[in-house]
């Protein structure tokens, strides 16, 4: 007997930017993997599938960017993935303006190292074609077609014999578009996901242009947008049973803490799916420290919680609240 859709369903946990390079590379190799992920790592596990956007490459060579100006270059060594993998993580994206902060030698190890580690990964490769391939992964019993794109860093864009990432301009035409996400579904992808590493750095809203290009893809048909790139978490927006994360903000990482907008402040997203979208989302709010991410507590806890209720309100979604965080619920259980 074949069971049900109802009963095919998976749980995402779904992350920000992860920065494995720099200050927190140095850590790795004097530091259990696991203990990166702090108190979060049993919700990390529980999850059927780890989504995050990777913020560096991986590997022990090339040199640093100077073909345009840029100001921070994050690599981390190749031990680095095991840090990946000792928090389930399924997936990474790759369209954002640090994977080839050490040129092309050194995305390609990227790639190969997580291969070989069996993380799946979009939005870079060899070429463009590749760069703008899905990644394609299980989660539980659903299988899971991810695309990533940015507007960051315009000199990464891939070309159609360089090695790059997927650039796209938020105001053209969307890509994903309806066409290749179908080509998903009739090739068996029960849900479609697009990263996208999108918008300026540290705004806590995304404008009206970043807002319509991430509802163009919802109307194309994917059924989660994935945002990252402010460095702040932003508000959540539904449509029927879809999602725009507008920005899940930072997860892992050394970087200074503006103490007003807060980059140390983000969420776990939990995301309940089946095969016709998305079921229900649970929030955990953590604290980012020093290389290091926890589960938030007290006045930081309430203070993550209301500031994201009120960003998400002025899309008209209201959370319930739970010991634990805030909960949405789009389709109830039977």
């Not at 090695?163 to 796209?168: A, E, I, R, S």
């Not at 449509?239 to 200074?256: E, M, N, P, S």
């Not at 229900?280 to 589960?295: D, H, I, S, T, Y």
Request: glycine share 10%; hydrophobic share 45%; proline share 4%.
């Amino acid at each position: 007997m074949m069971r049900s859709d109802h009963l095919r369903t998976a749980r995402l946990a779904i992350v920000g930017d992860v920065m494995l390079g720099r200050l927190v590379s140095r850590q790795i190799g004097h530091r259990a993997p696991e203990t990166f992920w702090g108190d979060t790592l049993p919700i990390l596990r529980g999850a059927d599938a780890g989504l995050a956007n990777l913020e560096c490459a991986i590997s022990s060579r090339g040199s640093e960017w100077t073909r345009t100006p840029k100001l921070f270059h994050f690599r981390a060594v190749p031990g680095a993935v095991e840090v990946l993998k000792a928090a389930g993580i399924s997936y990474v994206s790759q369209a954002n303006n640090h994977v080839l902060d050490y040129g092309e030698r050194a995305l390609m190890d990227t790639l190969a190292v997580l291969d070989e580690a069996g993380i799946a990964h979009a939005g870079a490769g060899g070429n463009l074609q590749a760069a703008k391939r899905p990644a394609r992964f299980d989660a539980g019993r659903l299988r899971i077609a991810a695309f990533s794109v940015t507007d960051n860093e315009p000199a990464f864009a891939s070309e159609e014999q360089r090695p790059g990432t997927c650039y796209v301009e938020p105001d053209g035409t969307a890509w994903p578009g309806a066409d290749a996400i179908s080509a998903e579904r009739e090739a068996g992808a029960d849900f479609v996901l697009v990263s996208a590493h999108l918008g300026p750095n540290m705004v806590l809203s995304p404008d009206a242009n970043l807002r319509a290009c991430k509802k163009r893809l919802i109307m194309a048909g994917c059924d989660v947008v994935h945002g990252h790139s402010a460095h702040v978490f932003q508000g959540i927006e539904v449509l029927g049973r879809r999602l725009i994360l507008h920005d899940t903000g930072d997860f892992l990482d050394d970087y200074a803490t503006d103490g007003s907008l807060h980059n140390d402040w983000s969420f776990i997203f939990l995301v309940d799916i089946d095969p016709q979208g998305v079921r229900r989302l649970e929030l955990r709010p953590v604290k980012l420290g020093f290389a290091e991410v926890n589960l938030a507590r007290g006045a930081e806890f309430e203070a993550i919680c209301e500031r994201m209720v009120r960003q998400s309100r002025s899309f008209g979604v209201e959370f319930d609240r739970s010991a634990t965080g805030l909960e949405l619920t789009l389709v109830p259980d039977p």
